[in-house]
């Protein structure tokens, strides 16, 4: 894999200045894909703007204490991805990141209380040994719980241990985001899914897309702050 990445080839997710410099940051491989993450040091750097090079990043990285979903990171090159949780302890700043309204990945400022929850859909399971189950989450997580849960709910978790607090079902009525597709960045309530297919509604019309965009955010109310 190259260790380097042209801005102009960067995803559309991406939320950068495509023409101010040729080269950014490719984040290291992780648990997000390329399209649904942005390196930690260009966080920093261009969206925060805490420093104008990433040599001063780098410093910052080593000296001071940065938080992605309560753990410490020192790797600029380290992937921020969907509804992950940046903390800056010695600023009191808080952030999630999230998809805008146009589906690129931003960083919204929340709360201390609210850096402690992150969402996590569940994209998977497997039943393990003694009746418990293995449940993969969107964001490289597997966690074994005794709750039930099917794939395309959502795991409200507690950081920085990341136990399930509570579990939001994909049904008729639940509040959804949608993650991909045109409608990348909407917020709604789902009103049917049909095999693949999924309807919500949102500012008062009815939306068709892929069942697979949906991800569970609140019952009545969203669970994060989203708009």
Partial sequence: MKNHLKRIASPKTWFVDRKVNTFIVRPNPGAHSLDNGLPLGVLLRDDLELASTMGEIKKMLNNKEVLVDGIRRKDHSFMVGLFDVLSLPELKKYYRMVLDKKGR???????????????????????????KVQFNLHDGRNILSDGKANVGDTFVLTLPKASVKKILPLKNGAKIFLTKGKHAGDLGVLKAVKGNEATYSAAGADVETAKAYLFVVGEKDTEIKLD
């Fill in 105 to 131: 990945l931003t960083l919204k400022e929340v709360s201390a209380q609210e850096s402690t929850l992150k969402l996590a859909k569940v994209v998977g399971k497997t039943m393990m040994k003694g009746s």
